[in-house]
């Protein structure tokens, strides 16, 4: 039930050797992914795919509640001789608690639950694996919490964006007069940019 559209080579420039190849190569992934043996490292889904690039890919969704995580702006690649990797991370619009349907104003709580397994594809069937994929996530998570994504270097990200985007955001609403005002699909409308700020720091603690 999955429509993967092709971005380089476009559809209109691709040949039909590099179509038939990469379409050939996601059969064979799926039919590892979804096979008895799917946990075998040699043979099962990890033969066909970059399996950190995935839980990175997962855990950043998640952190975020990216509404077009999963599905529609998601992006893979498959180097010559490599695996089918996730990336790059694309159209985070709709995160951190700017979207007000599919529970993306809620900071608390898994976003994957929210979609139908059409839009939720691989990953149910990758969490199966306990003891390879589930573990692998758990240590990434983990590693993650203690540098990257911690508190402290998160909010000092966003303190960090905020000066250099603190003179453009001026000239920005002057010209878009949209502060204060519901734009599609805002969970939260703030009266000012300061206050932007304010509730999305306040959501990523949360």
Avoid: C
């Avoid at 039930?1 to 059969?27: D, H, S, T, V």
């Avoid at 997962?58 to 490599?82: A, C, Q, W």
């Avoid at 939720?120 to 573990?135: E, H, I, N, S, V």
């Amino acid at each position: 039930g999955q429509r993967l559209a092709y971005f380089y080579p476009k559809e209109r420039l691709i040949q039909a050797a590099q179509r038939n190849y990469i379409r050939g190569y996601m059969n064979e992934f799926e039919a590892a992914l979804y096979g008895a043996n799917f946990r075998d490292p040699e043979n099962g889904y990890a033969a066909y795919i970059d399996v950190p690039s995935f839980i990175d890919h997962h855990i950043l969704v998640e952190l975020t509640k990216n509404i077009d995580g999963y599905r529609l702006s998601t992006f893979m690649y498959k180097p010559r001789g490599g695996k089918l990797t996730m990336g790059p991370i694309w159209d985070y619009n709709l995160s951190l608690g700017n979207a007000n349907y599919l529970n993306g104003g809620n900071p608390t709580g898994w976003y994957y639950p929210q979609l139908n397994t059409n839009d939720y594809p691989w990953y149910t069937r990758l969490f199966q694996d306990a003891a390879g994929f589930r573990a692998q996530y758990n240590e990434r998570w983990g590693q993650l919490r203690g540098e990257a994504l911690t508190l402290d270097y998160l909010l000092g990200t966003v303190e960090e964006h905020t000066g250099v985007l603190g003179e453009s955001q001026a000239r920005n609403f002057q010209r878009w007069n949209i502060l204060g005002t519901y734009i599609w699909p805002n969970f939260y409308i703030a009266p000012n940019w300061d206050a932007e700020i304010t509730w999305m720091s306040g959501w990523i603690e949360d």
